[in-house]
Structure formats: C-alpha cells, structure tokens
C-alpha cells in the first residue's frame, strides 16, 4: 500500500514525526534541496564512497509523533521535479538516499531500504515511511528481498 494514497486512520500506529516538526517550506525551497541532494548523493557515489552515504542516512536523527501525509507528499512531488531538471540520468540508489534524507530533515522516520531478487538478478533502492512505499511503486517490497533498512 502507498502511504500517499492511503486514508489518513491508515497512518495510527507507532509515532513517526518530531514533535518539533517544521512543515515542509514551500515547493521552490523543497526542490532547490532535492536538487542539491541528488548532487550530493551522486558525488558520493560517483567517487565509490558508499560508505558515507550510508552512514549520512542511518545517523539521521529519528522522528518521534505523528505523520503528516501531505507533507510527504509535496517532499516525493519535489524530487519529481528536481529529477526533471536533473542533467544525468538518477539512480534509484540516489534517488532513494536523498528523498530519506530530506524526509528525515522535516521529522519524517523514512528508512532506505536495499533489496534485490536472485533470479534475474536485480537490486533495487527505495524509501519507506511505516511500512508504506514513497516516490516508487507500492509493491516494490514485494519484488525484493530486503537486504538492509537504514
């Protein structure tokens, strides 16, 4: 199930934002950031530092109350756009990176998550906010085996 099309009583279960939770700036701001993130993102990997990429997204800080779906919403809508305007092809590993990054920015718990199926093969990276997809297809955890979720 996509968060983004889920019905809001969907959200209950364990708190996922900081109390202190700023919401998302307006969509200029937001795409500026997803732009700059995907240049980030796409250094790191571009020099093999995939180290730090991962550490940069597991030591993000956690979230600690309540979702707020549209402000999820606007953040994958964002990254949308960054991508448009983006020179190079986007690699769902940077893709992935970046929007957990900027969900976790705005107290949103998102987690990275790796998979890949064995026959053929293929690795896949996606985000995840309560178990729900966002910004990829709903049933992309049902193609994969989870490797790891940071």
């Known amino acids: 199930m996509s968060l983004l099309n889920s019905r809001p009583h969907s959200l209950s279960g364990p708190p996922m934002v900081d109390r202190a939770a700023r919401h998302a700036p307006p969509m200029p701001v937001l795409v500026f950031k997803a732009y700059l993130l995907l240049v980030l993102f796409d250094v790191l990997l571009m020099r093999g530092d995939f180290l730090k990429l991962y550490q940069k997204i597991r030591d993000a800080a956690h979230a600690r109350t309540a979702i707020r779906p549209e402000d999820i919403l606007r953040v994958s809508r964002a990254f949308d756009l960054a991508s448009i305007c983006y020179w ?7 893709r992935s990176a970046a929007i957990a990054c900027l969900l976790k920015q705005y107290g949103i718990r998102a987690e990275l998550v790796i998979g890949a199926q064995a026959f053929p093969f293929k690795a896949h990276a996606w985000v995840e906010v309560a178990g729900c997809v966002v910004g990829d297809k709903p049933y992309t955890h049902e193609m994969y085996q989870v490797l790891d979720r940071c």
């Open 88 to 94: 190079k092809q986007i690699l769902c590993l940077q």
